[in-house]
């Protein structure tokens, strides 16, 4: 089976709205991103699978189950679905910091998404909103890294900084464009 590029998205602040310092607990807290359901379908269109790599540590600190997650991530991918844009995998880190390997900036949501889908890891690029994002792309070798500006420090503004969703679609546009033959 050929290798087809992906997009990977953070969650929080990138495909929905911000929950700040805490968690989304629940799905009536679940707010989807202006623009982002274009950004999406627009990655579909052009072939790209989309991975949802998300840090949800509210599951390790008992905040909230798996299930209540399991719930938030249904009702998104549902949402998604009636626009044809629903995400080829969701990806979610559960764990306490510094208690498993998977949590960002660990390459590794990325590489097991990358082992379930025959993905060109080099060939793809990442969306996300704090340095933790920038740096997993990285060490997983993701060939283009776009930040979104938000409330987070900015250390390592990836290759592209971002101040709107519209303006993360026109950078994957402009970097798909430099990169197709
Ligand atoms: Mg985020
Ligand atoms: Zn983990």
């Known amino acids: 089976m050929s290798l087809r590029p992906a ?23 679940f707010q989807l991103m202006p623009g982002i359901v274009d950004l999406l379908g627009w990655c579909k269109a052009q072939g790209f699978y989309t991975i949802l790599v998300t840090s949800q540590q509210g599951v390790g600190k008992g ?16 949402e998604l679905a009636v626009h044809g844009a629903a995400f080829d995998r969701i990806h979610s880190c559960t764990h306490l910091a510094g208690s498993c390997t998977c949590r ?8 097991d998404a990358a082992a379930a889908l025959p993905i060109n890891v080099a060939a793809s690029a990442l969306v996300g909103d704090h340095d933790r994002d920038i740096q997993m792309a990285r060490n997983a ?41």
């Open 63 to 78: 905040l909230m189950s798996h299930a209540d997650l399991d719930a938030i991530h249904d009702h998104l991918q549902a």
């Open 104 to 111: 960002k900036p660990s390459a590794q949501m990325i590489l």
């Open 141 to 181: 070798g993701v060939g283009f890294a776009i930040r979104l500006s938000s409330d987070n420090v900015v250390n390592d503004p990836g290759d592209v900084l971002a101040h709107s969703i519209p303006e993360i679609l026109a950078a994957l546009k402009s970097w798909h464009a430099s990169v197709a033959k």
């Open 7 to 29: 997009v990977f998205f953070d969650r929080d602040g990138v495909v929905n709205v911000s929950p700040g310092t805490g968690y989304v607990l629940r799905v009536a807290d």
